[in-house]
């Protein structure tokens, strides 16, 4: 065990990831560092290709680490053998960016969802089916729907099933991968709506990945902006939108649109 500030659910230090090697390296995650407080949530924000996927999945170990570390709870996650990984991953999930190529299409919903509770519980079926009736329920679905299909549901409900797969296991911490850039304006914000309430009633803590600030705004309590596989610039929320400081985030912020004419954003262009 780590000793770690007991507000301090994630502490990532120096965090790198590589692929490929010599002219061919591509620096995805350059040194990033960043706190996730228990019950809060931090968004990572940045443009296509800027490193911010490869952070979530990397301090889940779902891609290697090329250096830095990740502490979970006290838990340094890159040193843990296979089978207390396996244990500290009840305790951390993931929501991915595509519901439908993230849910196996030939697996009916219920089958999906009991995933977690098979590989973590030891709960016979008939307890496995209640509880994902229970979660479908949870997160805006109805219990019925157990025996259909993903490709028999809307982009916004099959996020919702994505997401009750991840509360299955009882995690107290969730990347959540971009998990509105595929949908709707208007379900995006039933989506956001949801977490915002899951984060509540379960105390869960958040690591939101974006690729809009506007997204992020009303959601995070920090923000980092991530560009070229580094964090540029990082801060609370209010502090950030109201008086950011690096040219990269300013330039996010000019592209966000507004249908306000007298909120005149500063339109800059990120200086190379």
């Known amino acids: 065990m780590i000793q770690t500030d007991d507000n301090t659910l994630l502490h990532v230090e120096g965090l790198t990831t590589y692929f490929g090697k010599g002219p061919g390296l591509v620096k995805a995650v350059d040194g990033v560092s960043f706190t996730v407080p228990r019950g809060k949530t931090v968004g990572l924000v940045g443009e296509s290709g800027s490193g911010k996927t490869t952070v979530g999945r990397t301090l889940l170990r779902l891609i290697p680490a090329t250096g830095g570390t990740v502490t979970f709870d006290g838990h340094d996650v890159f040193s843990l053998p296979r089978a207390e990984l396996r244990r500290l991953r009840q305790r951390m999930q993931i929501i991915f960016q595509d519901p439908a190529s993230s849910?196996?299409?030939?697996?009916?919903?219920?089958?999906?969802?009991?995933?977690?509770?098979?590989?973590?519980?030891?709960?016979?079926?008939?307890?496995?089916?209640?509880?994902?009736g229970e979660l479908l329920e949870r997160v805006g679905l109805s219990a019925e729907y157990i025996n259909r299909y993903p490709h028999e549901f809307s982009g916004g409900q099959r996020q919702r099933i994505g997401i009750a797969r991840a509360l299955a296991s009882g995690p107290d911490f969730i990347v959540c991968d971009e998990p509105v850039s595929a949908l709707d304006v208007s379900i995006q914000a039933q989506i956001l709506n949801l977490l915002s309430d899951l984060q509540d009633e379960f105390g869960l803590?958040?690591?939101?990945?974006?690729?809009?600030?506007?997204?992020?705004?009303?959601?995070?309590?920090?923000?980092?902006?991530?560009?070229r596989g580094k964090i540029v610039e990082m801060a609370d929320r209010d502090t950030l939108y109201e008086n950011p400081q690096h040219d990269y985030t300013k330039m996010l912020l000019s592209a966000v649109p507004s249908i306000d004419p007298a909120n005149k954003k500063l339109h800059a262009r990120l200086k190379t």
């Open 205 to 227: 803590s958040y690591l939101f990945i974006a690729h809009n600030l506007a997204v992020v705004e009303h959601f995070a309590d920090t923000v980092a902006v991530m560009t």
């Open 103 to 132: 849910l196996n299409p030939r697996m009916t919903v219920g089958n999906i969802v009991a995933e977690p509770l098979q590989v973590h519980f030891n709960m016979s079926r008939l307890d496995r089916r209640y509880r994902v």
